[in-house]
């Protein structure tokens, strides 16, 4: 069959061989794919989730069982006080928008304890390029940062700031988005979590939880964290939900987001027939993020096999479901985006380039023949085109298919 996809044999007998070399990472796996689904099955039994919270409302929406039911199950699996989770949020940057002006204040200070935030926050915050006339910094709102230091936190730099207490806000970010670094584990985020505490009990610290939900067995609010946000088509919409994002934590700051969203508060918002995809997807998500995860250990191996730099290692403890490789070649980058696109189900017969896009400030070539449009946790590959012109590489809705996207981009480098 691998034949009929254009993959060699000889790639196909390397990958009999990854796949015996990477058995005890599949394992590790399992187990936390299982903890979570029963995670999930326990919050819906315990929130009586019920067949009249599969339907939907229009206009207002106001106080609907359906969309108040599922935000009840986030909290439960998210062990957060109060979440907000709709379609009205276009995304995981506008959640965190949302999340961020409804925090702020003119004047105000926000930390970032990750280094330079993903692409689309440094637009939303208003650094890198001239900042636009809605960005934070236009609302008078300082920003600040503290690198990582050797890929860990700068224990030491975070909490001498922090203890002088003039800071509102701080964020986090587990996930590498389009950098060099390595994404966070949960057992990172609760040590530097406790650590700020010693030395600052009040700032609001929020994570970018974005493509880590169910990589582990425990989530931010849980070891810590006031506020978290995601978006739905990655991780929890497991490719089911066509759009939005979430956002979960402190009750009052829920609130604040609630009415940063609408302009009123949480109690309005129509769920447009979404429930029963927001529901299925956070069914099916621990299994959307452990094949992802499978595919992107199959990737890594394969990739280390032929001499390819990839991050991180096939078997390095993951944090979030991104595979990087660092091509250092323009066209390398590319072909392997190309050939992701031609292992796909929609749009494989077509090419993608590099283009602009808003929010970005290089070119960012991206690979997604994906059911919903962009979804990011269907096999998918994106990078700005800059150097170390590296791939950003997750998704993999079920560990076949994502096993020929990989297999078909690795022949079109090989190929060259
Ligand atoms: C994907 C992502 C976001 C948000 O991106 P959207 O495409 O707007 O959903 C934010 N932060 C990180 C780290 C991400 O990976």
Do not use: W
């Not at 929020?206 to 493509?211: I, S």
Request: charged content about 25%; some cysteine; hydrophobic content about 35%.
């Amino acid at each position: 069959m691998y034949e009929k996809f254009g993959i060699s044999k000889k790639m196909e007998e390397l990958s009999k061989k990854v796949e015996m070399m990477v058995k005890p990472q599949f394992e590790k796996l399992e187990k936390i794919y299982e903890e979570n689904s029963l995670k999930v099955l326990k919050a819906m039994q315990d929130s009586r989730l019920s067949l009249m919270h599969l339907n939907t409302s229009t206009g207002y929406g106001i106080d609907e069982p359906g969309r108040d039911k599922i935000e009840e199950i986030y909290s439960r699996i998210f062990k957060a006080e109060d979440a907000l989770v709709r379609s009205q949020l276009i995304s995981g940057s506008h959640a965190l928008a949302i999340t961020l002006q409804a925090i702020l204040r003119p004047k105000d200070i926000m930390l970032s304890i990750t280094g330079l935030p993903y692409d689309t926050l440094q637009t939303i915050i208003g650094i890198g390029g001239t900042p636009g006339p809605s960005s934070l910094k236009a609302f008078d709102i300082k920003y600040e940062q503290i690198d990582l230091k050797n890929n860990k936190f700068d224990t030491e730099a975070i909490c001498k700031r922090l203890s002088k207490k003039d800071i509102k806000l701080v964020e986090i970010q587990r996930s590498i988005g389009y950098s060099t670094r390595r994404s966070l584990t949960i057992e990172e985020v609760e040590d530097i979590i406790k650590k700020i505490r010693e030395v600052n009990k009040d700032v609001i610290i929020m994570v970018d939880n974005c493509y880590c939900e169910f990589v582990d067995t425990k989530e931010p609010i849980e070891v810590g964290a006031d506020i978290a946000v995601g978006s739905l088509i990655k991780n929890l919409g497991a490719g089911i939900a066509t759009s939005g994002a979430y956002i979960v934590g402190r009750k009052d700051l829920i609130e604040l987001a609630g009415e940063r969203l609408t302009g009123i508060g949480k109690e309005i918002g129509p769920s447009l027939n979404q429930n029963t995809n927001y529901l299925k997807g956070l069914f099916l998500a621990p299994h959307a993020v452990y094949s992802s995860l499978k595919t992107m250990i199959f990737a890594s191996k394969m990739l280390e096999e032929l001499g390819y730099d990839t991050k991180p290692k096939y078997n390095e403890k993951r944090a979030d479901i991104v595979q990087s490789i660092v091509f250092k070649n323009k066209e390398k980058l590319i072909k392997f985006c190309q050939g992701i696109q031609a292992g796909s189900p929609i749009d494989s017969f077509v090419s993608p380039i590099p283009s602009n896009m808003s929010g970005y400030e290089d070119e960012v070539i991206m690979a997604a023949g994906t059911f919903v449009d962009g979804a990011t946790i269907e096999l998918s590959c994106d990078g700005p085109i800059r150097e170390p012109f590296i791939a950003y590489m997750q998704g993999g809705l079920t560990y076949p298919y994502g096993k020929i996207g990989v297999l078909k981009a690795i022949e079109l480098i090989e190929q060259g």
